[in-house]
């Protein structure tokens, strides 16, 4: 083989050799380097459409700022309003703003108002079903909302789906005082809002809600579950050779993950890239078949031959523009050392070169890093920023970043005189905490590297940093401080023992509570068999194995189990009883080990012989009461049924316990008492059923009085009710009989009194009939002589003078004047008769016992007439009747009794201060009136007022301050019971010493509804 061959061997060996390992190599590096830069900007371009989000948050929050600080918000949070919605809240100004929802709640998270736009419905005052409470599933979450100082913002998931969501807290105009509650809008993240982001944010952008995560894309699926189980926050995948997809999760308004964002980038870079390597390996070919025919060629040229690869050489450097190549150097002639010096030539440009590109590198990389870098003068003047840093402090541009002066971030004077001072003292500041103020107000904490640059006097010139924001990660530190602190709390403070074993049945931790029950310090039990200390020995004192342990066997087969009726021992060596759980610890698939809870049930026991021990006291209590008692269980069977009640009834017990009550057999007012139990469970609170209709076992109809009292448990589950009935027949009786012996005392009473009223008219009733009898017989004596006249007049002769005569003796001229008036009197006594015989009539006809619509001015009118001849001696009775008063539901002739009652007691009263020999009088004046749902009598006298320390028992029954024979004490008693308890009414008194006293009886003019149906039946 020739040596031109072995050297085209050799030199296209090795060259293809270096060209597979040199097209590997870069290939490996470049596009590494074009992938991690891609993720770089992927990474950059998720975090831009996060800040859009937020941005989108906070112009929401804004649009609904300006109805948050104001008085009439804070009335309507308090009591809504129409006119504030309409005023405020029309249909066409929320969809100018871009709302899909908007709600004021209250301080306790209660929606007091809210309107939600539904499509093709348009707006409705409907909030979505569970508004807000899916809004707000962290713990503290309403409060946060209405104490936030700026309000919040963020995403929350609604049944319509992610949405964006504003809250801004209710405050006065002052600024200052409570909130009373928020006002929260949304915007749904619906495929056209969407859409919207994705033109903002110049990307390809997809979103699903978290949950369920089966129904997302495959992709989505598996980024949501690498995502959730990860610390890592950006979630990467490849889609397609000519796509790249990054994927986050969006934490919600109350700090959980409820979104998953995918921005899809197309990799151009990439692309290109490749595109590039196979220009360069094409090129790397004909570099390497150019250099072999040179190297060739230099066998059979000398000079010339070096010139013109020379001259080659540098006319290949010159079309490729590659500085790192030199040319080949051979000799020490002129030709070597013109070599050389080409070499320093392409040195020097190559040098060049590398600077400018370090300096683009530097560049790049600071404006790609995700700290925020800047470059300040002494000063505060901004020279230079990255993005990172516009976003970090909330900048709306470069210009304004570089427009506002460094130092001017620190939240006070003294943070920055301690940071310019401890960087003159270092010179260069490293993973340095600090706080600084973004534009907003808002305190971010950072990490810092800081160099400064200072003159040869030491002097400050300027500062170049790197900003970390950690303000999530401190929050997150803090958050985890907290969580582990309440654990180590509740351990600390649950009353259950709590301890954890390890596989072997070791003890590896255990609480207070449970170093309390067993006397044992925690020293003396961690790292020791847990069994042979505490559960060693059952109650009757045999040995209990290991392997019987319910403890052990959750720790070979991983079941949970729940232990009663067993003790543990103390260190002392006495025992309590317990009940325990015994719960295994997995890592993976793997038992790590067992939670044991137990309780000392000793109390719990004691507590269940003294309930078994109340329980038959109670038995014997209620076989004790002398009263009917019936229990009912939640569905209204009987439960329990007394002596008193099967006597009453006539039913044993075994014949109706289990029975509905409705089934039992009892003979009685079903309505009533079915209206009776329907109130006590819809009130919750005992219901009283008067004058209940029965039958009696002796056939006779009688009356009972029932109480129905509901049961309820502690958690206020409703579990029956305990009906207490005793028989009132006799009892009705004798009030009927004393409601009618106190009519037929005050009529015996106004007996005198009426028959004198009727005595006087009648008395001039009877003159003036006899004064019209007299006169009626000179009548007819006059009519008499007429008709002697007339039969004389017939013969043509009347005799004038005995006309004149007659005419004399008649004396019309009196009789003329004297008959009609004795008519007209007459007329009237008869009047005031009859009208006092038909108020006499009203006032003692018993009428209905049942209420129905009355004049109650009519009743009063006639009351006062019966009782003139009691007040007109003693005072002057004025009325004023409300003449627009409607009927009123009652009783009348019970109501007269009221009246008259009154109307007495104030004569009474009257008559201890008047002088009546002296003609003096008193007043009493009775006024009617239409109060709200109320008919209202007030009757008012200028007597003796009542003094204060007795007012309160002028009702009692038999109370009295009157003489011996004067009064029985029961018309004020009467009165207040026909008022409040059959009339369900009320009486009210006002009374002054020596001034007078004024009664006001007020009667509903709309009874209550079982009342109308009781008068109906």
């Keep these: 083989m020739t040596l031109k061959k072995k050297t085209l061997q050799l030199f296209g060996l090795t060259a293809v050799c270096m060209g597979v390992v040199f097209m590997v190599a870069l290939k490996t590096i470049v596009l590494n380097s074009l992938l991690a830069h891609e993720e770089m900007h992927l990474a950059a371009d998720v975090e831009r459409v996060l800040h859009l989000l937020g941005d989108e948050g906070r112009e929401l929050q804004a649009k609904i700022s300006f109805l948050a600080q104001r008085d009439d918000t804070c009335a309507f949070v308090k009591r809504p309003s129409p006119d504030y919605v309409r005023s405020n809240l029309p249909d066409a100004v929320l969809a100018a703003q871009r709302l899909d929802l908007i709600a004021f709640i209250d301080s306790t998270g209660k929606v007091v108002w809210g ?38 913002t963020g995403l929350g998931l609604l049944p319509g789906g992610p949405a964006l969501v504003a809250a801004v807290p209710v405050m006065p105009g002052t600024g200052t005082g409570p909130s009373p509650g928020a006002v929260i809008a949304g915007r749904y993240l619906d495929p056209e809002e969407v859409k919207h982001l994705a033109r903002e944010a110049g990307l390809a952008l997809d979103v699903w809600a978290l949950t369920p995560i089966e129904k997302m894309p495959p992709d989505a699926a598996m980024a949501a579950q690498a995502l959730l189980k990860g610390p890592e926050k950006l979630y990467t995948r490849l889609l397609s050779p000519e796509a790249i997809a990054g994927y986050t999760l969006v934490t919600g308004l109350c700090g959980k993950p409820v979104l998953l964002l995918r921005v899809t980038a197309p990799r151009t870079v990439y692309q290109q890239g490749q595109r590039s ?114 976003r970090m402090f909330g900048f709306s541009s470069f210009d304004e970043a570089l427009a506002t002066d460094f130092f001017s971030l620190f939240p006070d004077e003294a943070a920055k005189e301690a940071f310019l001072w401890l ?111 505490l559960h060693h020995t059952r109650a009757d004192g045999t040995p209990y194995p290991e392997a019987a342990c319910p403890v052990h066997a959750t720790l070979r087969d991983g079941r949970p189990r729940s232990v009663t009726g067993e003790v543990f021992w103390r260190k002392d060596g006495s025992s309590f009883p317990v009940d325990y759980t015994c719960t295994p610890v997995r890592e993976g698939e793997k038992i790590v080990g067992a939670v044991v809870v137990f309780r000392d049930v000793t109390a719990r026991q004691r507590a269940e012989q003294a309930l078994r021990e109340a329980h038959t006291q109670i038995k014997q209590l209620v076989a004790s009461i002398s ?52 109130a006590c469970r819809e009130r919750q609170e005992p219901v009283r059923v008067d004058d209940v209709r029965y039958l009696r076992r002796d056939g006779k109809p009688g009356f009972l009085g029932l109480t129905v009292t509901p049961l309820v448990s502690e958690e206020g589950k409703h579990l029956g009710y305990v009906i207490l009935a005793a028989d009132i027949t006799e009892r009705k009786n004798e009030e009927t009989q004393r409601v009618l012996r106190q009519k037929l005392e005050s009529l015996g009473q106004l007996a005198a009194g009426i028959a004198h009223e009727i005595n006087t008219p009648m008395q001039y009733v009877g003159d003036n009939t006899t004064f019209l009898r007299d006169a009626f017989a000179t009548l007819s004596q006059f009519v008499a002589r007429c008709q002697e006249f007339v039969a004389q007049g017939e013969s043509g002769v009347v005799p004038a003078d005995e006309l004149a005569v007659a005419l004399a003796a008649l004396d019309w001229e009196f009789l003329g004047t004297e008959i009609p008036k ?89 008559e201890a201060v008047v002088n009546k020999e002296a003609g003096e009088k008193g007043k009493i004046i009775i006024r009617t009136r239409r109060e709200g749902d109320f008919a209202k009598i007030e009757i008012s006298d200028t007597g003796t007022g009542i003094p204060p320390a007795i007012i309160d028992r002028i009702f009692d029954p038999f109370f009295t301050t009157k003489e011996v024979g004067k009064g029985s004490g029961q018309g004020l008693a009467i009165a207040h019971d026909i008022i409040v308890n059959k009339h369900r009414g009320n009486i009210t008194v006002e009374s002054e010493v020596g001034k007078g006293t004024t009664f006001t009886v007020y009667l509903p003019l709309n009874p209550p509804e079982e009342e109308r149906r009781e008068q109906v039946t």
């Excluded at 979450?141 to 700026?150: I, L, T």
């Excluded at 040179?294 to 079309?319: E, N, W």
């Excluded at 006594?829 to 016992?849: N, S």
């Design 115 to 152: 309107k939600a736009f539904y499509r093709g419905q348009g707006w409705r005052p409907v909030l979505p079903e569970g508004f807000p409470g899916s809004l707000a599933a962290g713990e503290g979450c309403f409060s946060r909302m209405v104490k936030a100082s700026g309000g919040l």
């Design 277 to 390: 390597l196979l220009y360069l390996f094409v090129i790397l070919v004909a570099v390497g078949a150019l250099l072999g025919g040179i190297t060739i060629f230099a066998f059979y040229q000398t000079v010339l031959s070096r010139l013109a690869h020379l001259s080659a050489a540098v006319r290949r450097i010159g079309m490729e523009g590659d500085l790192t190549t030199r040319v080949t150097v051979a000799g020490d002639d002129e030709l070597a050392d013109f070599a050389r010096e080409i070499n320093k030539m392409l040195a020097a440009l190559e040098q060049s070169k590398q600077l400018r590109e370090s300096e683009e590198r530097y560049r790049a990389l600071f404006d790609q890093a995700l700290t925020g870098n800047y470059i300040a003068l002494a000063y505060g003047r901004v020279l230079l920023c990255n993005p990172a840093y516009v």
């Design 627 to 678: 009263s009917i008692l019936i229990g009912l269980d939640a569905a209204g069977c009987v439960q329990h049924w007394n002596g008193p009640a099967a006597e009453t009834f006539g039913l044993a017990a075994a014949a109706v316990v289990g029975r509905p009550l409705s089934a039992s057999g009892i003979e009685w007012e079903w309505e009533k008492v079915a209206r009776g139990i329907a």
């Design 822 to 910: 004795a008519l007209e009197q007459s007329l009237e006594g008869i009047g005031r008769v009859r009208k006092l015989v038909l108020a006499m009539k009203e006032f003692a006809h018993p009428g209905k016992k049942e209420k129905a619509p009355c004049n109650l001015n009519r009743a009063v009118e006639s009351t006062v007439t019966i009782s003139r001849n009691e007040w007109k001696y003693v005072a002057d009775l004025e009325m004023d009747l409300d003449p627009d008063l409607p009927p009123v539901p009652c009783v009348v002739d019970e109501i007269n009794q009221v009246v008259l009652n009154m109307i007495i007691n104030a004569v009474h009263a009257i």
């Design 423 to 533: 960087l003159r003292e270092k010179k260069r500041l490293e993973l340095h905490e600090a706080t600084f103020r973004r534009r907003d107000g808002q305190l971010i904490t950072v990490v810092q590297n800081v160099i400064g640059t200072f003159d040869q006097r030491g002097e400050l010139l300027q500062l170049q940093g790197y900003l970390f924001d950690i303000t999530a990660r401190k929050k997150a530190e803090e958050a985890l401080a907290r969580a582990k602190r309440q654990n180590e709390l509740l351990l600390e403070a649950v009353g259950e023992g709590i301890s954890g074993v390890d596989p072997e049945g070791k003890t590896t931790f255990v609480n207070p509570a449970a170093l309390q029950m067993t006397g044992y310090a925690a020293e003396e039990v961690i790292g020791l068999q847990q069994h042979a200390m």
